[in-house]
């Protein structure tokens, strides 16, 4: 089973063997928001998203551009039954790469190591192809998940 096979990934949020979601707002993200206070209008892009407390807190909070995305049908269910109010049109169930659109901000935090290393090269051009000019990349980026 491939890590950009979803299967893959469903089977980890249905057994909830990821351990990398934090169950909290990322501090990180926190510190992002106060520093560079950005505009509530911001499209905001947060790929492999999972459970993403991240994306209800920005939604919480006056950002009602945020998107999620990831390639498990199993963590959107979960997401959309966590976070019941979130916008359903603003959750994308997609594969990162095959995504089109464009973003001023996108946060990163677990979903680039989670890419199998044979594809991992192919991410700048998409994070590239996916912001808006003068767009951010705002991330935390581990080597292994």
């Not at 299967?7 to 106060?34: G, K, Q």
Request: negative net charge.
């Amino acid at each position: 089973m491939s890590h950009l096979d979803q299967s893959y990934w469903d089977e980890r949020y249905e057994s909830s063997n990821t351990p990398w979601t934090l169950n909290r707002v990322s501090p990180a993200i926190m510190e992002f928001l106060r520093i560079k206070n950005p505009s509530k209008e911001t499209k905001i892009l947060i790929p492999g998203a999972g459970l993403s407390p991240d994306a209800h807190y920005l939604y919480n909070n006056g950002f009602k551009n945020v998107f999620v995305l990831d390639l498990s049908k199993t963590s959107i269910d979960q997401f959309i039954s966590t976070y019941p109010k979130f916008p359903k049109d603003q959750i994308i169930h997609e594969n990162f790469f095959e995504h089109h659109d464009q973003y001023d901000l996108i946060f990163e935090q677990t979903f680039f190591c989670a890419l199998p290393l044979s594809i991992n090269s192919k991410y700048p051009a998409k994070v590239t192809e996916l912001l808006q000019p003068k767009g951010i990349l705002f991330g935390l980026f581990f080597l292994y998940c």
